[in-house]
Nanobody, 123 residues
Framework: QVQLVESGGGLVQAGGSLRLSCAAS????????MGWFRRPPGKDREFVAA????????LYADSVKGRFTISRDNALNTVYLQMNSLKPEDTAVYYC????????????????WGQGTQVTVSS
């Protein structure tokens, strides 16, 4: 079992930045792809970013490319999402997820999920 706890969410003005953290416990995540997803108000959960186990390969949703960066510190069992140039449409609950060996955009490929952290971007 892998337990995931997100932190770092909050209220920020458009154009601002936030850094989300996802702390894993129970088992190491060093052999797992890790992903960030989000659920905007009234919408389904959507893919944001993913990292291969080593961090050498990353994937991003088109809507966040160039603004968000996923990174990880396997020694600390932690994954991060640096979010810059935030827009009101980035408002959502952000979830961290642990998958298998391949970074993917597919929700079904992630077997462990955190409870989420709220990010609100004001205009």
């Amino acid at each position: 079992q892998v337990q995931l706890v997100e932190s770092g969410g909050g209220l920020v003005q458009a154009g601002g930045s936030l850094r989300l953290s996802c702390a894993a416990s129970g088992r190491t995540i060093s052999s797992r792809a890790m992903g960030w997803f989000r659920r905007p108000p009234g919408k389904d959960r959507e893919f944001v970013a993913a990292s291969s186990p080593s961090g050498g390969a990353t994937l991003y949703a088109d809507s966040v490319k160039g603004r968000f960066t996923i990174s990880r510190d396997n020694a600390l069992n932690t994954v991060y999402l640096q979010m810059n140039s935030l827009k009101p449409e980035d408002t959502a609950v952000y979830y961290c997820a642990a998958g298998f060996e391949i970074a993917t955009m597919k929700r079904g490929e992630y077997s462990y999920w955190g409870q989420g952290t709220q990010v609100t971007v004001s205009s």
